[in-house]
T-cell receptor, first 116, second 109 residues
Framework: GAVVSQHPSWVICKSGTSVKIECRSL??????MFWYRQFPKQSLMLMAT?????????EQGVEKDKFLINHASLTLSTLTVTSAHPEDSSFYIC????????????FGPGTRLTVT | GQNIDQPTEMTATEGAIVQINCTYQ??????LFWYQQHAGEAPTFLSY??LDGLEEKGRFSSFLSRSKGYSYLLLKELQMKDSASYLC??????????WGAGTKLIIKP
């Protein structure tokens, strides 16, 4: 099956700093990638849809200036959490859609962000 | 609005069978997914139903009734490693996944 990687798998940063998370599709080209956030004991919450070569579409309530998404190539999307605060501490998961197969999404392993 | 309901938590015994239900109300329907998620890990794909009926895959089966907005995941011969959260998700008319809150399944020896 298709493989999606994320880096880093976990990160601890100080309040006020920025953190970049990478999401890569390793054996397929993904024109669309999704970024999710999951708080403890809650379900996944879609933050934004990232399309290669165009601006990301953010869900209501997600600050686009705080969560910067760049889908620079068909295999890489990045999420940058700017000026991180402790409330941004969460599990961030990306997924990539297989082109022309809208029902197929593959998830990365997730990134645990802790802001101190 | 869009809504997916599933029980918060279920408990079952090793070797037994458990059925996790999911009801949904979404704008459009392009299929229903079941994912398994262990604590601290990303979801892993279990099943996809787009037509009514039962799909069987080893110890796991998934059923869909589109007219009732209902699905269930059936797990047989439960093993301790099946202890996890099970997420029901529907692909809506915009091909976005709408997620349920997940059912935490606890397996007891």
């Amino acid at each position: 099956g298709a493989v999606v990687s994320q880096h880093p798998s976990w990160v601890i940063c100080k309040s006020g700093t920025s953190v970049k998370i990478e999401c890569r599709s390793l054996d397929f080209q993904a024109t669309t990638m999704f970024w999710y956030r999951q708080f403890p004991k809650q379900s996944l919450m879609l933050m934004a849809t990232s399309n290669e070569g165009s601006k990301a579409t953010y869900e209501q309530g997600v600050e686009k200036d705080k969560f910067l998404i760049n889908h620079a190539s068909l295999t890489l999307s990045t999420l940058t959490v700017t000026s991180a605060h402790p409330e941004d501490s969460s599990f961030y998961i990306c997924s990539a859609r297989v082109p022309d197969r809208e029902y197929e999404q593959y998830f990365g392993p997730g990134t645990r962000l802790t802001v101190t | 609005g869009q809504n997916i309901d599933q029980p918060t938590e279920m408990t079952a015994t090793e070797g037994a069978i458990v059925q996790i239900n999911c009801t949904y109300q979404t704008s459009g329907f392009n299929g229903l997914f079941w994912y398994q998620q262990h604590a601290g890990e990303a979801p892993t794909f279990l099943s996809y139903n787009v037509l009514d009926g039962l799909e069987e895959k080893g110890r796991f089966s998934s059923f869909l009734s589109r007219s009732k907005g209902y699905s269930y995941l059936l797990l047989k011969e439960l093993q301790m490693k099946d202890s996890a959260s099970y997420l029901c998700a529907v692909l809506d008319s915009n091909y976005q996944l709408i997620w349920g809150a997940g059912t935490k399944l606890i397996i007891k020896p």
